[in-house]
């Protein structure tokens, strides 16, 4: 394991996640651990300098529709729809969470 990776040790994550580990698993997931680690460390290698940063391998564009003015319901149809109204508003059942 090189320096970079000591102390990532997968009784110790096991601790912190409440998960019992047979010394068989341990074993296992230890080795698997460290081949990630190791795959890591070779990505650190490659030169990105002339990379943008990113959040998406896409250029992502908004893809809503224009914020137009047009027509809406008509109040009073709405209300005469609603299954519960009051002083023109829709009454809905009292919702609390606790």
């Known amino acids: 394991m090189s320096e970079s990776n000591q102390g990532m040790d997968v009784g110790y994550v096991a601790r912190l996640a409440c998960i019992d580990l047979t010394e068989e698993e341990r074993g296992l997931f230890q080795g698997q651990l460290d081949q990630i680690l190791h795959y890591v460390e070779q990505l650190d290698e490659l030169d990105v300098s002339n990379v943008e940063p990113t959040a998406h391998a896409i250029p992502?564009?908004?893809?809503?529709?224009?914020?137009?003015?047009?027509?809406?319901?008509?109040?009073?149809?709405?209300?005469?729809?609603?299954?519960?109204?009051?002083?023109?508003?829709?009454?809905?059942?009292?919702?609390?969470?606790?």
């Open 60 to 98: 992502v564009y908004n893809v809503l529709r224009k914020d137009e003015l047009g027509s809406s319901l008509d109040h009073d149809a709405v209300i005469a729809n609603a299954p519960s109204a009051a002083d023109g508003q829709i009454r809905v059942p009292k919702i609390i969470d606790q």
